[in-house]
């Protein structure tokens, strides 16, 4: 942008409803954009994140009238460049970052809305933000990891995060989307969080497991625990270099088969579906074979559609609510990148076309005994 009118453009402050009224002496952090001549006043949540800009300061204080300066005056803050005032727009917090959601979701729902997040890898750390953005507000998110460099081309967080947790990459990236947002850590993988750290996160009906940790065991773990709280589960997991991918809910107290009733714990998992699903997990495949999980693009295609399910089922009982996908996907879901087996091997012949979504698989308990005996009626032991 061109600079000659530089000294007639007048600076404005975005600041938050909240902040404006907020007349005690404190710093405020942000952004200033020379080319926009906006200064961004960060909310308390991202302060770390922004330049220090001014302190808010008395009435009583004398104005230095050089640079940005903030003077409390009258139940609200007042701002003044060089020792001019500037125009300030104030904005709620809240409503303004959801109002493009407004009509499609409800904002007070999905603010009660409550995610676990299993693993915080590619899908994981996509099913996160895209959740934050549809405004859930309580996470739980766990994973082992730290963010290197080999994750960034198919990871929502960047090179300024390598080298942290990716529980802690994740966090910030959440906050920048909502900073009102409640963030559980857990470094760690599913079979390890601790039974309290469930017991005070989860709210029956209000909650979802996604497990995204590329393991069946840690699958059947994480939908064995939905189901001890009345929580809705869904696992997203993908074939070869995410050629194809696979997504499979479970809604509690239907009678429907959990993951392992339906798809069995990986060790005895039946035939057929061993063929489809034997790239699923090999991080401890005894062959050694590295997981490969394929482009960005293609992850995040299949991982889309599972979103919009998530979203569905937290909106179940939300009578105002229509499902996208729900009604019409069964439970256990197949998803393509390609149909072509020169690219996608032969597994993916049984595709008729690219991006096909079935809509006909259907999956049951696989046997009485496991119809009786279902792990659907699992006890969470103490731990
Ligand atoms: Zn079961």
Known sequence: MLNIFNDEIEKTVFISEEQLADCSPRKLYGRYFKDTYIFNIFPEALEQRGEFLCEVKSPDSPLTNKGLEAVASDGHIVFYYDGKELKTE??????????????????????????????????????????????VGYFLIADPDIVEYHNICRHQCGIEDVGDLKINALERKLKNINPNVHIEKFEGIVQNLPKTTLDN?????DTVFVGCADNRAADVYANRISIYYSAYFISIGFW???YAGEIFYHIPNRGMPCY???????????????????????????????????????INFITTVGIKIII?????TNEGYIPRLVNDLKQYTVICNTSNPQIGGEMVEIFSYPLQVTTSLVVDFRNEKCKSQCVCKYELEDK
């Open 240 to 242: 070869e270099r995410a």
């Open 201 to 205: 996160f989860c709210v029956a009906g």
């Open 90 to 135: 104030s904005y709620g917090m809240y409503q303004s970052i959801f109002s493009r959601n407004k009509g499609i979701l409800e904002t007070d729902v999905m603010a009660k809305k409550r995610a676990v997040i299993l693993g915080c890898g590619s899908v994981g750390s996509l099913v996160a933000m895209e959740l934050a953005r549809a405004g």
């Open 260 to 298: 392992e009733c339906a798809l069995g714990d990986g060790g005895t998992i039946s035939a057929r579906a061993q063929a489809n699903h034997h790239v699923y997990s090999n991080q401890e495949n005894t062959e050694g074979l590295k997981f490969e999980p394929g482009i960005s693009v293609d």
């Open 312 to 316: 569905d089922l937290l909106n179940l």
